[in-house]
């Protein structure tokens, strides 16, 4: 009987560990990447400069895509006035999309 016991202590917490592991760290982990995903939401909606906004979008685009300069994003800004109603500031949620979209279709600018 006291191996029995012995043996139902060790099964108990092998059930508290695969449960542990399989709801508490997949929880952790969901919770995280959406903390991550509200972090980078919020980074999206911050208004910056051409600058900052430049060196942001250049170091988070893919590989095949046109990169951007000052002179094109200066030359997106005067043919899309109404994206910039409240000045210079740029949003990446607001104009990246459209930034390289632009770009794909005047490569010869970029």
């Known amino acids: ?3 029995f016991y ?3 202590i060790n099964y108990v917490d ?7 592991e399989l709801i508490f ?5 969901i919770m995280e990447a959406m ?6 939401l919020e980074l999206s909606q911050i208004e910056m400069p051409l600058a900052a906004f430049l060196a ?3 170091e988070s685009i893919p590989s095949g895509f046109p990169r951007a300069s000052v002179a094109t994003l200066k030359k997106f800004q ?4 109404t994206l910039f109603k409240h ?20 490569r010869d600018i970029s």
Do not use: F, V
């Not at 092998?14 to 542990?20: D, P, T």
């Not at 903390?35 to 980078?40: D, I, Q, S, T």
């Open 87 to 106: 000045g210079d500031s740029w949003l990446i949620a607001q104009h990246r999309k459209r930034l390289i979209d632009w770009l794909l279709t005047h």
């Open 78 to 81: 005067a043919g899309h006035p």
């Open 6 to 8: 012995a043996d139902m």
């Open 25 to 29: 760290y997949p929880t952790c982990c």
């Open 56 to 58: 942001s979008y250049n």
């Open 14 to 20: 092998l059930l508290n560990w695969c449960i542990k």
């Open 35 to 40: 903390h991550n995903k509200k972090e980078e």
């Open 1 to 3: 009987m006291l191996i």
